[in-house]
């Protein structure tokens, strides 16, 4: 198969895919992930939230851009990085917090903790420990559409440090061998932990890593959520028409270390602070609607809904009680 | 200067095979390399090659011959009419010089069915190989649910590595027997994928060894993460192939996994012996929820044993089965060595010592009552394995009896296991890795 792959340069305005609305509701998404996160970030530094916990601050975009792609019955997978998926999969923000703080009335009734939540009515697959281990895991779930017939598509996240994984490239080979509708999408935030892209792969451009199977790609800029979701509206068709798996580099960029317990040592202040300063996605997004002619009251009560529902969350998160003992023994085998 | 051809062995766990069709006949010339006739193994027809030349003066063994031993005489060469070869007494293909290796017998022998212990009320059976009934197991289940899929290396178009799922692609067609490239990590987590979206994935591996690739997608994926997502997310998938000794295949190929696997919580573990336990256990595990370890036994597979033929035939999962009753001795196995316990107990018995042998069928979750009700009875206890000592099955057995019934010991309970050795290649040391009778033997008479 002749592979074309196409790029679209970083900095150059997209095409519009979004209208006035939609990007509004995409700017909420990505606004509650925001402050999400940055409200996960202080129950951890109170002491609430414990072990690993990876924010997806920087990231919006990517994400909240790709769900606009995707409909009921959409598979989503990815890496312990997940709370910005789980959100925009339009799961409970409560429930998602009480998993943090490991209480009863989280989504896995506080037994998998930060890196591990699903809900198989939100098409949530997980939120998975294991570098790497989710995209076989999504070439599974694109397997079961295919096995199924029918014309779901499966969106399996994964960062650039697990695209070096072995298990990725089988996966890449199986879902184009098969034809298995999977949209790969690498998040590719330049460091994995502490290791940069450039230290790690020998691979230059990582939206050719599909290539040798003779994959589709595109390279995308991942701060802008309106390139996010013109690639992903290209990708998602390329896999509804049963045309098999398609790849997308998402170019993006975490402001916060790898986990809570990272002090980034390895990038500079003002690297950060540019990215923060110059391709935030959430500015640019905001400016758009500014343009569209979202007014400044509009903006602001969305910020005060928003402060709200995650104030909520954090009170339920430290207000339900912590699994009973009894539960150390449950979900272990189905039927025991 | 006559030259015998004899029977080549084809695969590693060949004992005798049957010459389906002769390609030369008495009075033609044949030149190295001809393809003299052809040979179906238990695993696959293959084409048997002529290593000398000369004319082929007699065709010993005629076509259509079954259960031909392996170094048995098939046709004389006479070599006078050739010009240049030397007549070296080599046999052609794979085959061993024959005074090296004494001739196996003819075929394996069915396995007399447990005389006084047979399954309850499935009626009628038929002598079945262990390869049949898994076959019938998996076809059955997949007859009935078409969420079950079979996927694997040469599972389809091959008919199976060791032709266990003859003729299923056929019956079921390319989407739901499925050739996967050599990949087992990519593979197993695709499966693991699929049943977590609902599918009941049956992922056969060559050998358990191959699984090594995939273990972390088997035990960090597919038996953790029903507990991880609070019940959420199950994995109703069986990973099935040959596990441990097969013959002369190496260190590589030769490792038991049971211990490995048990040790996990949220997987099941079973190791079927005889062709009822096969064809039972296999539906058992397809129809089970939770990912289900299946680990087979390569010299098993043609092994024939009775089986019950019922449409209905299933067996628990989690259930021992005693197959030999006894009062002196409760003798511990699974899988392959259930026979080497069986054939330690009929040694015993001609000296006097009654043996219980239980199948333990099941590894994890272990039928802990099967085994204090035997051992309350006997008060020694035997545990046989073919996998290393150390942490080993025997290990947790032991424990298991020291916890429950230590009182009614007359004896330590003792542990035959594999040495605690790489599987060595050569036959002589191979043999020496692997629990014998006599060791099992020697291992109760210690108990007295």
Redesign the interface.
């Known amino acids: 198969m002749a592979v074309t792959p196409e790029k679209t340069k970083r900095g150059k305005k997209p095409a519009v895919s979004m209208d006035r609305d939609e990007l509004f509701a995409a700017y909420a998404s990505m606004l509650l992930i925001r402050r999400f996160e940055e409200k996960a970030g202080q129950l951890y530094g109170m002491g609430l939230i414990a072990g690993f916990c990876h924010l997806y601050i920087g990231q919006e975009a990517v994400v909240v851009g790709m769900q606009h792609c995707i409909g009921q019955g959409d598979?989503v997978?990815t890496s312990y990085r997940d709370h910005g998926h789980m959100l925009a999969c339009g799961m409970d923000p409560n429930g998602v917090m009480a998993e943090l703080t490991g209480r009863s009335g989280?989504?896995?009734?506080?037994?998998?903790g930060s890196m591990?939540?699903?809900?198989?009515e939100k098409g949530f697959?997980?939120?998975?420990?294991?570098v790497g281990?989710q995209?076989?895991?999504?070439?599974?779930?694109g397997?079961?559409n295919w096995?199924r017939e029918n014309d779901r598509v499966s969106l399996t996240y994964f960062g650039e440090g697990a695209s070096n994984q072995?298990?990725v490239?089988?996966?890449f080979?199986?879902a184009n061998?098969m034809k298995l509708p999977v949209v790969f999408i690498i998040e590719n935030n330049r460091y994995a932990m502490g290791t940069s892209v450039e230290r790690a792969s020998a691979s230059r451009d990582l939206s050719l890593n599909g290539v040798p199977w003779g994959m589709p790609s595109l390279a995308v800029d991942g701060m802008d959520v309106l390139a996010v979701k013109a690639a992903g509206e290209q990708a998602v068709a390329h896999c509804r028409a049963g045309k098999g798996p398609f790849l997308l580099e998402m170019k993006t960029y975490r402001y916060r270390g790898h986990s809570m317990s990272d002090p980034a040592k390895y990038r500079t202040r003002e690297e950060v602070q540019r990215m923060r300063a110059e391709h935030d996605p959430l500015d640019s997004a905001k400016k758009h609607l500014e343009e569209l002619g979202i007014t400044e009251a509009e903006m602001k009560k969305l910020d005060d809904d928003i402060k709200l529902r995650v104030q909520e969350a954090a009170d339920f998160a430290q207000a339900s009680p912590e699994p009973d003992p009894s539960e150390l023994w449950?979900?272990?085998?189905?039927?025991v | 200067m006559a030259t015998d051809i004899l029977m080549p062995a084809l695969s590693p766990t060949m004992t005798s095979g049957k010459l389906s069709k002769w390609l030369k006949q008495p009075g033609d010339t044949v030149k190295s390399g001809d393809v003299l006739a052809e040979i179906e193994t238990d695993k696959a027809t293959m084409e048997v090659e002529a290593v000398d030349e000369g004319v082929l003066s007699k065709i010993v063994v005629p076509e259509g011959t079954e259960g031909v031993a392996v170094n048995a005489v098939i046709a004389v060469l006479n070599a006078d009419e050739a010009s240049t070869a030397p007549a070296a007494p080599a046999a052609p293909a794979a085959a061993a010089p024959v005074a090296a290796m004494p001739a196996a017998p003819a075929v394996a022998k069915p396995v007399a069915a447990p005389q006084n212990l047979s399954e309850p009320a499935w009626g009628e059976t038929k002598p079945t190989t262990v390869r049949e009934a898994l076959r019938e197991g998996m076809v059955l289940e997949m007859r009935a649910d078409a969420d079950v899929?079979l996927m694997g290396e040469e599972v389809a178009q091959y008919q199976g590595a060791y032709k266990i799922s003859q003729g299923m692609l056929d019956e079921f067609g390319p989407?739901r027997v499925i050739d996967?490239?050599i990949?087992e990590?990519?593979?197993?987590?695709?499966?693991?994928?699929?049943?977590?979206?609902?599918?009941k994935p049956i992922v056969e591996f060559m050998t358990f060894n191959f699984a090594m690739q995939a273990i972390?997608?088997i035990i960090?994926?597919a038996a953790k993460?029903?507990?991880?997502?609070?019940?959420?997310?199950?994995c109703?998938i069986v990973f099935r192939g040959p596990n441990g000794a097969a013959a002369r295949v190496g260190a590589q190929h030769s490792q038991c996994y049971a211990s490995w696997y048990a040790h996990c919580?949220?997987l099941?573990v079973v190791a079927p012996w005889s062709a009822a336990d096969a064809k039972g256990l296999m539906r058992a595990a397809i129809r089970d929820?939770?990912p289900v370890i299946f680990l087979e036994n390569e010299i098993l597979y043609g092994q024939t044993f009775d089986c019950p033929v019922s449409e209905d035939f299933i067996l628990p999962i989690g259930k021992a089965k005693i197959e030999r009753a006894g009062s002196d001795v409760t003798i511990i196995a699974f899988s392959i060595m259930v026979d080497v316990a069986m054939k330690a107990a009929e040694a015993l018995a001609e000296q006097g010592i009654s043996a219980e042998v239980i199948n333990l069928r099941t590894i994890r979750p272990l039928d802990i009552e099967t085994i204090i009700a035997s051992v309350k009875k006997t008060s020694r206890v035997v545990s046989v394995e073919e996998g290393w000592p150390f942490a080993g099955i025997g290990s947790e057995i032991c424990m298991t009896v020291v916890e429950h019934c230590f009182d009614w010991l007359d004896a330590p309970p003792v542990r035959v296991a594999g040495l605690d050795v790489p599987m060595p290649y050569a036959a002589n040391l191979e043999k020496l890795a692997l629990p014998q009778p006599s060791w099992v033997v020697d291992a109760v008479k210690k108990l007295f």
């Open positions: 598979e997978i989280g989504y896995s009734r506080g037994k998998g591990h939540m699903f809900s198989k697959f997980g939120g998975h420990g294991i281990a995209v076989s895991l999504g070439a599974g779930l397997f079961s096995y072995g298990q490239y089988e996966s080979n199986l061998l449950t979900d272990i085998l189905v039927g | 899929f989407r996967t490239p990949t990590h990519g593979f197993t987590g695709m499966a693991v994928g699929a049943a977590m979206n609902g599918l972390d997608q960090n994926s993460t029903l507990y991880m997502s609070g019940g959420q997310m199950g109703p919580p949220g099941k929820p939770n």
